[in-house]
């Protein structure tokens, strides 16, 4: 089928692109009992298989509370800009046979930093390009991430915190401009993942100047796609768990947000991921775990994994740092092979394709019976009422141009 023609099935099979705000609001304001958070998925490759595994694992779970999810600089090396990618879930969710809200999301829509404090030049006009073809394709869900262009270079949080409002501000600004009866969700970023953990202090200097926002995302001690050992394995990470809830109190109450929002999790410890609903985190973005699922597969066929391992060896040799293993190097590159190798994922034997499909539901049925989202559907159901989506397919995005500049950023 065509993009046109999977938007029309799914629009006539009862598939409803939605914006996650009315559930935010309604966590914001304590009418939801229910304690859970949202898990967002980065669905890097063989996106239609997964999302049909994944809707297949939220059926079966009577789950609501999911998202969807890219960054900016996965659409790049996945070669997934939105106008692709939303279709793809919208097949996933057809192969399903779901009915509902899908909730898809642009994840850290991030500024690189010409210096501190000052994005590069284009940067911000770039990523209102990306907006609006975002928007038109259906990811009602946008987190604005200028914490790179937090100005560390200053002593005081209020000076520090400085670009990243002005920034967020003038994207919150430009996402409300495009909005037409429904109001997109929007995040923010405090300071970026793999930093220093939060404070209440930068909370308060950020949302006293931002308004629109329904989360804010913060960084507890943990790294996108997790701290490798020499080995290739994953070294534990140490998260403060508790500042979750401290910060999801403060902002929840004072500044009427749902709460706080947990990236680079899906390589924590199992047990890590039944108290962020305990410590009130209102979701949690997990990528590179889903990834692991799949290229560690037994039925993952071994003749790609070495393709993988020569192209990263002899493409991606510049990025190699001073005293890296192979195993490092290669776990910490491996993400952009979902591009360069699309056609051959796509052809690996329905055997294989099969077992991953189903590994993928069983996995995610776990992070769904964890984070406690099971039994949310009736009230997602009930909470997502606002007008039916109708896509805008004469905008498409600037890829690939526009990757370059996000190589190295965080997804």
């Not at 994840?107 to 284009?122: E, F, I, L, N």
Request: hydrophobic share 45%; proline share 4%; with cysteine.
């Amino acid at each position: 089928m065509t993009n046109t023609q999977i938007y029309e099935a799914a629009a006539a099979a009862g598939i409803r692109i939605s914006s996650i705000a009315p559930l935010y609001a309604a966590i914001a304001r304590g009418d939801v009992s229910q304690q859970f958070s949202v898990p967002a998925v980065n669905v890097r490759g063989l996106t239609t298989l997964t999302a049909a595994a994944i809707f297949r694992a939220a059926k079966q779970g009577d789950v609501g509370a999911f998202i969807f999810e890219l960054a900016r600089s996965e659409m790049g090396y996945t070669e997934q800009p939105p106008e692709v990618f939303v279709p793809l879930i919208l097949a996933g969710a057809l192969e399903a046979g779901w009915k509902g809200p899908v909730f898809i999301q642009g994840d850290h829509y991030q500024a690189k930093a010409a210096r501190s404090g000052v994005p590069v030049v284009g940067e911000i006009d770039a990523i209102k390009a990306l907006v609006r073809s975002s928007i038109a394709a259906g990811m009602l869900n946008i987190d604005i991430d200028m914490s790179t262009l937090v100005d560390l270079e200053k002593t005081s949080v209020a000076e520090q915190q400085i670009p990243n409002v002005r920034y967020t501000n003038e994207l919150v600004s430009y996402i409300r401009s495009l909005e037409s009866g429904i109001a997109v969700s929007i995040g923010g970023e405090l300071g970026h993942i793999g930093g220093t953990n939060s404070t209440k202090e930068e909370c308060e200097v950020f949302l006293s100047q931002v308004a629109g926002l329904r989360k804010l995302s913060i960084q507890t001690g943990t790294e996108h796609g997790g701290v490798v050992n020499a080995d290739g394995t994953l070294a534990k990470m140490t998260v403060d768990f508790n500042l979750h809830k401290e910060l999801t109190e403060f902002i929840r109450s004072r500044f009427g947000l749902a709460g706080t929002v947990q990236h680079g999790a899906s390589t924590l410890p199992d047990e890590a991921f039944v108290r962020l609903p305990q410590v009130k985190a209102v979701e949690v973005h997990l990528a590179t775990g889903i990834q692991n699922l799949v290229f560690d597969h037994p039925a993952f066929p071994s003749e790609l994994t070495k393709q993988f391992e020569n192209w990263i060896f002899a493409k991606r040799a510049a990025e190699r740092k001073e005293n890296m293993t192979d195993a490092q190097f290669v776990y910490r590159e491996r993400k952009r092979v979902w591009g360069p190798f699309k056609q051959q994922l796509l052809e690996m034997s329905p055997s294989a394709a099969e077992q991953l499909s189903q590994a993928i539901e069983w996995r995610m049925g776990e992070f769904f019976n964890w984070l406690g989202v099971k039994g949310t559907r009736s009230l997602v159901d009930g909470l997502i009422t606002h007008q039916e989506f109708v896509p805008d397919l004469s905008i498409v995005s600037g890829f690939p141009d526009d990757t370059a500049v996000t190589d190295g950023l965080a997804d």
